[in-house]
């Protein structure tokens, strides 16, 4: 389907692919987003071997392979005795296996490349200072109201805007997404003054009771991201920039191995944040007539597999296949809903089960097992080939 014009809410990883894929098919963009500026925070991001294909799809391979790292290595480890329980990875044998490479990056990084891209295809896709706030559709064409009192009228409507999605709001009604009981700390830090703590492995989570720290090189080996996640009932704030302090983590992780203690304590002020975990039971359905939803406003992942950018990037490329196969809207957002509903409800039920086995009272009782993404066979998808 050539020529559509598809207005899409939210600027984040999942909308830019999105609009990517879309304007690889053919359609025209208008990309709306609050902030009055593109950023993303600075934090780590695994992009597995399913995500890679897809970001190869739109034209982003070439700059995963310059600025993406590559661990030759990965490990599950206890959290006390520093023993490694399995491994998640070894040499180059995702790329062998998957056909395309396992990446880790810094989120920044690869949300600026995205915005580049869809600019260097049209200068004007991208409208900042938009706060979504309403939708009506007539049967041909939907427009979208934003805040700022300005309106667009489009063929169809994305919502790209997260867990908290106006977007899905406005098409299902209110629906408060529920704390999980999980909190999370994150943090990056210069690589070479913990160098000697990033052993056995180059990426590696150790696993506690009710705890986990994960733990890998971005920019090329010159940042340490980490993110420790943990079971709490005290501490509901969400968003991604709330400040912490190493004296909180360390009341949280005090009894892990000293590697971990190392990592956290070299943390310097301003790089440490935390937030709370939200969740969202699975829709039934995506769509009413020309508004559906992508990413997290679909399908928001605990992060217990790390799939969540993951799947907000399948879904960007797939929507884009689907409108190039199709030949009316009705036609494409059936097809997407259908090629991505399945995959991403499993995903998402999984991601809570994996926390379950991830922060085990006992996880030595994990050695010799395997990751909840090899055990799930999450990394043989690929965008490129699967039926839509």
Avoid at 81 to 95: D, I
Avoid at 133 to 149: H, I, L, W
Avoid at 157 to 184: H, K, M, Y
Avoid at 199 to 224: C, D, E, H, N, Q
Wanted: proline share 5%.
């Amino acid at each position: 389907m050539k020529n559509a014009h598809v207005l899409i809410v939210g600027a984040g990883i999942g909308g830019l692919t999105a609009a990517l894929a879309l304007q690889r098919s053919g359609s025209k963009v208008s990309l709306f987003e609050h902030a009055p500026q593109l950023g993303e925070v600075g934090a780590g991001l695994t992009i597995s071997p399913n995500a890679t294909h897809a970001l190869e799809y739109v034209g982003l391979g070439d700059f995963m392979a310059r600025n993406g790292d590559i661990p030759e290595a990965g490990a599950s480890m206890h959290y006390k005795t520093a023993e490694v329980l399995y491994h998640t990875q070894r040499g180059n044998e995702f790329k062998k296996k998957y056909g395309a490479e396992y990446y880790q990056i810094h989120r920044a990084d690869l949300h600026t490349a995205l915005a580049d891209a869809v600019r260097a295809n049209d200068p004007n896709a991208i409208h900042l200072s938009h706060t979504f706030q309403s939708f009506s559709q007539d049967g041909g064409t939907v427009t979208a109201t934003f805040t700022n009192g300005k309106s667009y009228t489009g063929d169809v409507l994305i919502g790209c805007d997260g867990v908290r999605s106006a977007v899905r709001t406005a098409l299902f009604g209110a629906e408060s997404p529920r704390f999980t009981g999980q909190a999370a700390f994150r943090g990056l830090v210069d690589a070479e003054p913990v160098r000697e703590h990033i052993v056995p492995t180059p990426s590696a989570t150790s696993m506690g009771p009710g705890r986990i720290f994960t733990r890998y090189f971005v920019r090329k080996r010159k940042l340490v991201n980490f993110v420790g996640i943990a079971r709490t009932s005290e501490w509901k704030e969400e968003g991604w920039s709330i400040p912490a302090t190493v004296d909180e983590m360390l009341s949280v992780y005090g009894d892990f191995n000293a590697h971990v203690i190392a990592i956290i304590k070299s943390t310097p002020p301003g790089r440490l944040f935390k937030w709370a975990l939200f969740d969202r039971d699975p829709l039934p359905e995506w769509r009413k007539g020309r508004v559906t939803l992508l990413g997290d406003a679909a399908h928001p992942m605990l992060p217990f597999l790390g799939m969540g950018a993951a799947m907000a990037i399948e879904d960007g490329a797939v929507l884009g296949r689907a409108f190039e196969a199709a030949a009316t809207v009705d036609e494409a957002l059936t097809r997407y809903e259908a090629a991505r509903k399945e995959r991403t409800t499993m995903v998402l039920l999984n991601s809570r089960k994996q926390g379950e086995i991830y922060q085990s009272d006992d996880p030595a009782s994990l050695r010799g097992t395997t990751s909840g993404e090899l055990r799930l066979g999450l990394f043989d998808y690929n965008v490129k080939t699967v039926p839509v």
